[in-house]
């Protein structure tokens, strides 16, 4: 089991449990968070296994939440399925450089899904400032707003990259901001020689990613639990 701590909260995002080993665990997870007094994620997969994990999840007081698919697609393909991809006049690309404010992505994402999203970009600082040669943001601005805001997670050791963010502000949309920031990202993934894409798709970027090349393998489902209030 892989715990990883961040600014948010902390999260649990692989695991390796059956039938006998799960509600242990499970437990443990739950008494070692209740003791910090701190929320925690636990990500599951449709190919976890005990294949009632969510069940057991729900049963020691998490609440889940929306389910996404699991896209995997080769670097190539998607960077053959972009190449020529350009942004829509008064659009500007740009990759925010380590240090750079991120305030801009909050004020974004509080656009796009209502409440704070100050804890994003303090998470997102922590990630550029621990390994800056590991995270890579990118954003479609117009004028000195940002419209839509994307990044990229090189995973060590692996021959994967990982494609996070694309949320976009509504009167952008369907100008292919998305698509663009996906281009920039696959680019920047090929430069580095690795092989695969992986995505948590929602609904909404799950047709465009397929249409770019990538495939569903699998489901992605987080479960959290909260604290009890004081």
């Not at 707003?145 to 996070?164: K, M, N, P, Y």
């Not at 798709?201 to 770019?212: C, Q, V």
Request: proline residues 6%; negative net charge.
């Amino acid at each position: 089991m892989s715990p990883r701590e961040m600014p948010r909260g902390c999260g649990v995002y692989w695991s390796d449990l059956d039938e006998e080993t799960a509600d242990g665990a499970i437990a443990e997870q739950v008494s070692y968070f209740a003791g910090l007094g701190r929320r925690f994620e636990w990500k599951t997969y449709g190919h976890d296994r005990p294949a009632d994990l969510g069940a057991r999840l729900r049963a020691a007081g998490l609440e889940a939440e929306a389910e996404e698919a699991l896209a995997i697609g080769a670097v190539e393909d998607v960077a053959a399925a972009t190449a020529g991809t350009v942004p829509p006049p008064g659009i500007t690309l740009r990759c925010l450089d380590s240090g750079e404010p991120l305030d801009g992505i909050a004020a974004l994402q509080s656009a796009v899904w209502g409440g704070d999203w100050a804890w994003l970009t303090a998470e997102l600082q922590q990630e550029q400032h621990a390994d800056p040669g590991a995270l890579s943001i990118h954003v479609a601005e117009a004028e000195d707003q940002i419209v839509c805001a994307a990044w990229v997670r090189f995973h060590r050791g692996t021959e994967f990259a990982s494609l996070w963010g694309g949320s976009t502000l509504r009167a952008w949309r369907g100008r292919g901001l998305y698509r663009s920031l996906v281009a920039r990202r696959a680019r920047l993934a090929r430069e580095r020689w690795l092989r695969y894409l992986q995505v948590d798709a929602s609904p909404d970027s799950r047709p465009i990613l397929e249409r770019l090349g990538l495939n569903v393998v699998s489901t992605t489902k987080p479960y959290v639990w909260t604290p009890p209030s004081s």
